[in-house]
T-cell receptor, first 113, second 118 residues
């Protein structure tokens, strides 16, 4: 069965420091991976996706993600965190028929001044 | 960019009443829309896939008679929570894909509706 795991409930980082939000996946066949961000009482905003090609994917707001097939990971990264990056981040995989997007449990990112 | 509008953003209703939530794609046609439910501090759970002009496809465990979905046009899908109970209180989010849904097309989400049933 297709699944996504986000092992950390919360990540704390100081402003200006690099951040990493972890995601691992389990799929049969080629993975189609996405990252979304959610601010309080709002819907999700698309950040970036991996379909094929370069393992390092660049997305919105300076975020990037690295696809690692051998480790089945798709970690979200940013070189220098901002306080405004504080939000809930979801990793997702498209699976089980193209219309199903399976989300991880979410990781709350807290960036401290 | 593609925008999905969801209304209302917040609704409080009495137990036993019905509530309708609207999801509109503002600048594109959405053949398929998706309805999710999110519990506090939890991930999103896909409830159903809404297809324009046909019946919605519900996920296992989701009561179709309780959560009525209508997708009457290419820009509007509605979710009606019928005979609401306090356990239906949750955050409901709709989403749509720009154009034909495919493996590499991201979903665009509405801002969600927080339903509180008293």
């Amino acid at each position: 069965a297709q699944s996504v795991a986000q092992p950390e409930d919360q990540v704390n980082v100081a402003e200006g420091n690099p951040l990493t939000v972890k995601c691992t996946y389990s799929v049969s066949g080629n993975p189609y991976l996405f990252w979304y961000v959610q601010y309080p009482n709002r819907g999700l905003q698309f950040l970036l996706k991996y379909i094929t090609g370069d393992n390092l994917v660049k997305g919105s707001y300076g975020f990037e993600a690295e696809f690692n097939k051998s480790q089945t990971s798709f970690h979200l990264k940013k070189p220098s965190a901002l306080v405004s990056d504080s939000a809930l981040y979801f990793c997702a995989v498209r699976a089980g028929g193209y219309n199903k997007l399976i989300f991880g449990a979410g990781t709350r990112l807290a960036v401290h001044p | 960019g593609a925008v999905v509008s969801q209304h209302p953003s917040r609704v409080i209703c009495k137990s036993g009443t019905s509530v309708k939530i609207e999801c509109r794609s503002l600048d594109f046609q959405a053949t398929t829309m998706f309805w999710y439910r999110q519990f506090p501090k939890q991930s999103l759970m896909l409830m159903a896939t809404s297809n324009e002009g046909s019946k919605a496809t519900y996920e296992q465990g989701v009561e179709k008679d309780k959560f009525l979905i209508n997708h009457a046009s290419l820009t509007l899908s509605t979710l009606t929570v019928t005979s609401a109970h306090p356990e239906d209180s949750s955050f409901y989010i709709c989403s749509a894909s720009l154009g034909q849904v495919s493996y590499n097309s991201p979903l665009h989400f509405g801002n969600g509706t927080r339903l509180t049933v008293t």
